[in-house]
């Protein structure tokens, strides 16, 4: 058993070893092929054939997911109609081992003609697809993990982490935030984890809302019809300027409070804890988790109250 782990670990070696190289020989290629991509007015086609291929196409995910529109495209595929997905504005990124693959060679002619700028990814400099790429990246891999030196393993990694590293620069360089994200990703438990406050918040007439001079008689009465344990409490013109709480009213009354002879204003906590519609849902829990409290107001620009949201309703949506 001792042997299959040390065979396991020289896997992990060789790979990693081979990444080390590839990060300490990008030069200004790589800075070429980033200012390609970001002039790029139309989108990335990647494309490749089996392992650069599979990598090829998660290459494509990664770009499109975080802010860069890309498609793969089978260079096989692509010579039977499919070659119309590249447009004059695009840019190809071609993955190679070789950088001989017959069925990505073949695309060439039809690259130039339509004047779209090639970034090619390889591990031989020399090789046809290098020489006719406008850009190209070395892989700089000197063996494989497989002891046999046939099944790309090494190769494909690096490709893979490239790739990565394309996608990674790109969407720091564009801005691309968590905001963005979610919107590319509304399903699943990545969608749920970005979901916004306004996609779980209370709003209009369930929201809880009292003048700072109603008297909390009333405001005993609003709290309970809504069911949050809280309430919104406003000026003349709307604004938030307090919070009553189920733990403000039994404060109030360990202190000898008389609700019947107080407002609003007496009882209520100033500058209450909020949060915004735009905001990921998992902030406002974070907030609530921070300052130990299970409810939030939302309020809009004027800081006037649109929404309440509570703890269970985000516990619920499996924001976590």
């Known amino acids: 058993m001792e042997d299959v782990l040390q065979k396991a670990k020289r896997v992990f070696d060789i790979e990693i070893e081979s990444l080390k190289r590839l990060r300490d020989s990008l030069d200004e290629n790589f800075i070429k092929a980033i200012g390609l991509i970001r002039n790029c007015k139309g989108k990335v086609i990647t494309t490749g054939v089996g392992k650069s291929g599979h990598i090829a196409r998660k290459v494509a995910s990664t770009l499109a997911s975080t802010g860069t ?14 070659l119309g997905v590249i447009d004059t504005g695009d840019v190809v990124i071609a993955f190679s081992n070789s950088g001989e693959s017959p069925e990505v060679i073949s695309l060439l002619p039809y690259i130039k003609l339509l004047g779209t700028p090639l970034i090619a990814i390889t591990n031989n400099p020399q090789s ?10 070395f892989l700089a891999v000197e063996r494989e993990a497989c002891p046999l030196q046939l099944a790309p393993t090494s190769s494909s990694t690096a490709s893979l982490v490239l790739g990565d590293a394309l996608a990674m620069v790109l969407l720091e360089l564009n801005g691309f935030t968590e905001k963005d994200f979610a919107l590319r990703h509304p399903a ?9 406050v306004a996609d779980l918040c209370h709003t209009g007439e369930e929201v809880p809302v009292v003048k700072e001079n109603t008297p909390m008689r009333e405001v005993i ?7 949050f344990g809280a309430t919104a409490v406003v000026d ?32 209520m906590t100033k500058n209450p804890k909020t949060a915004r519609m735009d905001e990921l849902a998992v902030e406002a829990l974070r907030r609530m988790e921070d300052y130990k409290i ?3 107001l939302v309020v809009d620009g004027e800081n006037r109250p649109v929404g309440i949201i509570h703890m269970h309703d985000i516990l619920r949506a499996g924001v976590v």
């Open 69 to 82: 529109p890309a498609h793969y495209l089978h260079p096989a595929e692509a010579l039977h109609g499919d």
């Open 128 to 137: 046809t697809l290098a020489k006719h790429a406008d850009v190209h990246i």
């Open 188 to 196: 699943g438990s990545l969608g749920r984890k970005l979901r916004r």
């Open 221 to 227: 009465i609003e709290m309970s019809s809504k069911g």
């Open 236 to 267: 003349e013109d709307g604004r938030l300027v307090g919070i009553i709480t189920d733990g403000d009213l039994r404060r109030f009354a360990n202190r000898g409070g008389k609700f019947d002879e107080s407002l609003a204003r007496d009882v």
């Open 294 to 296: 299970t409810v939030l």
